[in-house]
């Protein structure tokens, strides 16, 4: 979805480094998520935020922490990466709207951590 | 959150109807089937979501049975941009939030 932005596209960093994935949206969308993709696997949850001033755990956030900095922005930070976290990253946006809504995706962040 | 599961692969002929079929025997009262798709590497495409009525959109139709344990999205005329993984979930609104598995990848040949 082109209203969902992740940066950078691709990235490639040594172990022990701290990252910064960064994701931004234009849709208005009040939920925004994290979730990491193994190869051949399905997504996995990372952290999701319903509003601003709402951050929560999702299956898999050893190693990871994030930063709701407005509405439209949803960061995601690995402290000090580590080879086993190169993976595919994506935001998903929401909105709390009517009814289920279904969640938009970005076009990914891969990652690759020698 | 219920989870689903799916058959790892499958086939279509082009031109002919995809039937994808999704268990979710422990979905609750107020949780919705979602589908969404996935080609390569690219991120989720949304495809079509229900409650317990059959619902049907532009590209595709949503079968939910009685019991809703079970369901089969139907992609009436496949095409090879058809191919992708596609990802059946549940969630509710409450919830706000899913589990994917490792979803079917269906495979459109000529």
């Known amino acids: 979805d082109a209203d969902v932005t992740q940066t950078p596209r691709n990235r490639i960093t040594k172990t022990g480094k701290r990252i910064m994935l960064e994701c931004s949206q234009t849709k208005g969308h009040d939920r925004m998520y994290w979730y990491r993709q193994d190869p051949g696997l399905g997504l996995r949850l990372i952290y999701y935020s319903f509003d601003v001033k709402d951050i929560n755990k999702g299956e898999i956030s050893d190693g990871y922490s994030v930063s709701r900095q407005a509405q439209a922005k949803f960061s995601l930070s690995l402290e000090s990466a580590i080879p086993n976290q190169t993976a595919l990253y994506f935001c998903?946006?929401?909105?709390?709207?009517?009814?289920?809504?279904?969640?938009?995706f970005g076009d990914g962040t891969r990652l690759s951590i020698l | 959150d219920a989870k689903t599961t799916q058959p790892p692969s499958m086939d279509c002929a082009e031109g002919r109807a995809a039937n994808l079929p999704c268990n979710h025997s422990t979905i609750s009262g107020n949780e919705y089937v979602y589908w969404y798709r996935q080609i390569h590497s690219q991120g989720p495409q949304y495809i079509i979501h229900?409650?317990?009525n059959n619902e049907t959109n532009e590209m595709a139709s949503l079968i939910i049975t009685e019991d809703r344990k079970s369901s089969t999205l139907i992609l009436p005329h496949a095409t090879l941009r058809d191919t992708a993984v596609y990802y059946c979930?549940?969630?509710?609104?409450?919830?706000?939030?899913?589990?994917f598995g490792d979803g079917t990848t269906l495979t459109v040949k000529p």
């Open positions: 998903a946006t929401s909105d709390i709207g009517t009814g289920n809504q279904p969640q938009h």
């Open positions: 979930i549940v969630m509710s609104t409450n919830a706000g939030k899913s589990t």
């Open positions: 229900g409650l317990k």
